[in-house]
């Protein structure tokens, strides 16, 4: 092994390190709650600049956490979408936005940050569109949205513009808020996360075909 190959290895595992120590973090405290300093203890550096040295900003290493999860989910939906049959109805797009990430929970193993990670990251105005910009980067979700939208049909813009966003707070908090259950023992409504997937799936295809009111 090279001298040059070692240190690659190296620079790749502090990465890691760091890159799980403040998922955790954030995770169980806010984002903007840690410094860098407690990072870089927790990833086990001596070097208190060890998270400017590899990741320059926070708002970086944000992006660099949702981008570690990003690609197996985007494998996940990329699959899903793939597999449709000829004529996908409503429920069927909606099972490929839900599923690639409850399955991607579920394959972190029994203890997982992610999802309380994204909850923390969607409440700050700032790192929220670093979260959606890296979201809508995915191919696959383009498919599913479109595809979603297909089916829906005729809807005023503000309603589709307010469900989307419903939508995405019942993604986000159901699995953050399951997330914290398992952490702390507390009991959950459903035994898995696939599970969680289909009380997710039920809800917003219910969501989406719910009448709307018309506003005086």
Sequence with gaps: MTGRTARAEQVGMTREAILRAAEQLF?????????????????????????????????????AIVRKHADHIEQLRTRMVAELGAAPELRDWVSCLVRPSTEHLASLGERTWFARFGAQVMADPTLREVMLEESFSSPALHQVLQGMRRCIGDLPDEVLVGRSEMARQLMVYTCAEREYALATGIRTPWSSWHETGTALIDAIVGLWLGPVTEQP
């Design 27 to 63: 995770a169980e405290n806010g984002v903007f709650a840690v410094s860098n300093r407690r990072i870089s203890q927790a990833a086990g550096q001596g070097n208190n600049t060890a998270v400017s040295y590899h990741f320059g900003s926070k708002v970086e290493l944000v992006r």
